[in-house]
Nanobody, 113 residues
């Protein structure tokens, strides 16, 4: 049972990145999934959440209108499309099986000129 994130990197302010989280070892389509982030010296915070079917999504106020969470259950993968990135979006981004202790290893996103 694991989650593996990918897609992080260094991007200039205003740029875009798409994060992916590949799940394995459990029935992916049965679970809500979430993206969290943790910046240096700060607590981990919820960024976005998606229902098991993908029909319901929620976002932190700080990313509304810029980030989009989605999933493809046939691929057991959840995505986070991040547009109009800001320096304050710099963090390690983690995928989480919602409400459980199953986390990915994280992927670093750095927004800097």
């Amino acid at each position: 049972v694991q989650l593996v994130e990918s897609g992080g990197g260094l991007v200039q302010p205003g740029g875009s990145l798409r994060l992916s989280c590949a799940a394995s070892g459990f029935t992916f389509s049965s679970y809500r999934m979430s993206w969290y982030r943790q910046a240096p010296g700060k607590e981990r915070e919820l960024v976005a959440d998606i229902s098991s079917t993908g029909g319901i999504t929620t976002y932190a106020d700080s990313v509304k209108g810029r980030f989009t969470i989605s999933r493809v259950n046939a691929k057991s993968t959840v995505y986070l499309q991040m547009n109009s990135l800001k320096p304050e979006d710099t963090a390690v981004y983690y995928c989480n099986r919602r409400g459980t202790r199953l986390w990915g290893q994280g992927t670093q996103v750095t927004v800097s000129s």
